[in-house]
Structures are given as structure tokens and as C-alpha cells.
């Protein structure tokens, strides 16, 4: 999807296909702002949809976005409950959960990391972690 048709100069996200996969095999994901891109497979498997996901370190905006569309279009991303959804990204939210303690100097603030976490056990994600 190129952003700058809606007007946003820059894209904070990128998803690169390879062009051995048929383009009647995917979809693109309509979520309208510069700091995601997704689409969806589609095949025997089902559906998976993947989005790239940037989180602006200076605000939950970006957040804010991703929460809605997953609450009213997050069935274009998941037709059916049996389906799979994948955010890879630049979440720029660091927690106790997935930061060594180490880092505590990393951890986001309450205001900072609760939305995020909020529209993660929302959906149904959870971090894959190393």
C-alpha cells in the first residue's frame, strides 16, 4: 500500500513479498497509516495475516491505531477463529516480561507500556521470545 496517496510524506513499515508467491494467494491489509502495512495469505492452511508494525517511542498513537482497527477490522485480518495473525515490527516498548533485569533502565513507563500490553492480551497475542 503506498501511504503517500493518503497524504502521510513517509512509511515507518515495509513488507517485502517474494515474487514466486502468487499475488492470488495474498491480499492486502486497508490499515491506513504510515506506521503499519499488512496483508494476509491466504491457502490450504488458511489464512495468515502478517503486520509490520512501527510504535512511536514519543506517544501511543501509533498504539491507539492498531487497537482500532484490530476492534473493527481486525475480521480482514483473521476471517475465521482458526486463523493466524503475526505483528513483527519496531514496538519501541520495553517491559520486565521480555527485558532482562539488566535493562532496567529500558522499562517504559506505566503509560507508555499498558495500552500496549492491553491491545496484545486483547487479540490474543503473545511475544515470541528467544
Same mark, same amino acid.
Given at each position: 500500500?503506498?501511504?503517500? &496517496?493518503?497524504?502521510?510524506?513517509?512509511? #515507518?513499515s515495509? *513488507? *517485502? $513479498?517474494?515474487?514466486? $508467491?502468487?499475488?492470488?494467494?495474498?491480499?492486502?491489509? =486497508?490499515?491506513? #497509516?504510515?506506521?503499519f502495512?499488512?496483508i @494476509?495469505? +491466504?491457502? %490450504?492452511?488458511?489464512?495468515?495475516? %502478517?503486520?509490520?508494525t512501527?510504535?512511536?517511542?514519543?506517544n501511543?498513537?501509533?498504539?491507539?491505531? &492498531?487497537?482500532?482497527?484490530?476492534?473493527t477490522?481486525?475480521?480482514?485480518? =483473521?476471517?475465521?477463529?482458526?486463523d #493466524?495473525?503475526?505483528?513483527?515490527?519496531?514496538?519501541? @516498548?520495553?517491559?520486565?516480561?521480555?527485558? /532482562?533485569? +539488566?535493562? +532496567? #533502565?529500558?522499562?517504559?513507563s506505566?503509560?507508555?507500556?499498558? /495500552?500496549? &500490553?492491553?491491545?496484545?492480551?486483547?487479540?490474543?497475542?503473545?511475544?515470541?521470545? /528467544?
Open positions: 500500500m503506498n501511504h503517500s &496517496l493518503n497524504g502521510q510524506p513517509h512509511s #515507518h515495509l *513488507l *517485502l $513479498i517474494n515474487t514466486n $508467491i502468487s499475488a492470488d494467494h495474498y491480499s492486502y491489509l =486497508r490499515i491506513c #497509516h504510515h506506521d502495512t499488512g @494476509c495469505f +491466504t491457502g %490450504i492452511f488458511g489464512n495468515l495475516s %502478517i503486520i509490520s512501527y510504535i512511536e517511542i514519543i501511543n498513537s501509533s498504539i491507539n491505531i &492498531l487497537s482500532s482497527y484490530i476492534d477490522q481486525g475480521h480482514k485480518a =483473521r476471517p475465521d477463529d482458526e #493466524h495473525m503475526l505483528w513483527l515490527g519496531d514496538f519501541n @516498548c520495553h517491559h520486565e516480561s521480555w527485558e /532482562p533485569h +539488566t535493562n +532496567t #533502565h529500558l522499562y517504559s506505566p503509560d507508555r507500556i499498558d /495500552p500496549f &500490553l492491553d491491545v496484545l492480551f486483547e487479540s490474543g497475542m503473545m511475544m515470541a521470545l /528467544p
